[in-house]
């Protein structure tokens, strides 16, 4: 079988920006869920699985550039150009804190164990907020060298990273005491840090070049060279052993992460390609593009062996549950009635 038969990826339409960024929550009691951040200052839930539109987190005023769910998929956050970071309700979308900040908010994360929320942006000021005391003022960790562009949580929520758009190289800081504790180097800015599911590897893109780095000893381990600007990769999170990655060439490509080489090449996006995301299960992963549309293909069930597509294995989400979400969320008639033309 040809390894690089086309794919037809599923559509998912309704922002009316460029898409920004993804994220999919691990996999919950009722399965999991992918949410997306854009321009159009309007995150969005989905079913992770289907793909299915669930409902729209209203209340920004500015271009949403970072978004993300909590381990248990209950709360959202989001990051805005309205100088602001949002908690919301992931179950009836309401708006439960907003954090005000000085700038843009690039980048936000929820720590593993949910009790934090990590903030950065133009401020160059990276921000931890209790949970348990929303009310409290944030904890300032240190004073980054540039606009910060993203930012994670690794080691069980006792490090934690960021990167800057405007010099290279990722930093790790040590959370008790806010000190430094590595820098991983790069030429260019890091426009995307990923760590894998099972912790052990840290994924980034820097100019045309996609890294690995080991998460606990910070040893670089495979570097490849793309073959456009990439804004964005993310490894298979159950074996590992490929990876996507999509850029300015509009093209999203899946490549051998051991040895480099190109299994596919999927052409649909009409703009390029800003942020890829592997779903917690790994047998699909979704783009998010300039043309405002999420696109979400199927790599198949996950098995060392290379087998046809099937849907066997997928984690389902009943009607009941996605009914539950749906449920309570403060959606117009008139952006409903648009979700349902367009699908």
């Known amino acids: 079988m040809d390894k690089k038969r086309v794919a037809v990826p599923l559509v998912c339409h309704g ?16 399965g999991f869920f992918l949410i997306s951040a854009s321009k159009d200052s309007s995150p969005m839930l989905r079913n992770g699985d289907t793909g299915d539109w669930i409902g729209t987190f209203e209340g920004h005023k500015g271009a949403v550039w970072s978004c993300c769910l909590d381990t248990n998929a209950l709360r959202a956050a989001s990051g805005s150009a309205d100088f602001s970071a949002k908690i919301w ?10 954090f005000a900040h000085k700038h843009i908010v690039r980048a936000c994360g929820f720590s593993e164990d949910t009790n934090f929320l990590l903030t950065g942006g133009v401020e160059k000021v990276l921000r931890i907020y209790d949970m348990n005391r929303p009310d409290a003022p944030p904890r300032e960790v240190a004073k980054t060298p540039g606009s910060v562009r993203a930012v994670t949580w690794l080691h069980s929520d006792q490090t934690i990273l960021s990167s800057c758009t405007d010099s290279g190289g990722v930093r790790l800081w040590d959370v008790r005491t806010g000190d430094i504790v590595r820098t991983l180097e790069t030429k260019s800015p890091v426009t995307s840090a990923e760590v894998s599911q099972d912790g052990r590897y ?4 820097d100019g045309s070049s996609v890294k690995f780095w080991d998460a606990n000893h910070f040893g670089l381990v495979k570097s490849y060279n793309m073959p456009c600007t990439v804004e964005s990769a993310s490894l298979e999170p159950k074996y590992g052993f490929k990876y996507v990655a999509g850029g300015e060439d509009m093209w999203i490509r899946v490549f051998d ?8 090449c999927n052409k649909g996006h009409h703009g390029p390609v800003h942020c890829v995301r592997f779903t917690p299960t790994g ?3 979704a783009s998010g593009s300039e043309d405002g549309t999420i696109r979400i293909w ?8 290379d087998v046809d597509m099937t849907t066997n294995g997928k984690v389902k989400v009943s009607s009941e549950e996605v009914s539950r979400k749906i449920e309570g969320f403060q959606i117009s008639d008139e952006r409903k009635t648009k979700e349902e033309e367009d699908l």
């Open 15 to 30: 922002h009316s920006r460029p898409v920004v960024d993804l994220f999919y929550s691990p996999v919950t009691p009722d």
């Open 89 to 98: 309700d992931a179950l009836t979308g309401d708006e439960l804190y907003s």
């Open 202 to 205: 840290i994924t980034t893109c």
């Open 257 to 264: 992460f051991h040895t480099g080489e190109e299994l596919a």
């Open 283 to 285: 047998e699909s992963y």
């Open 298 to 305: 199927q790599t198949g069930p996950l098995t060392n062996d």
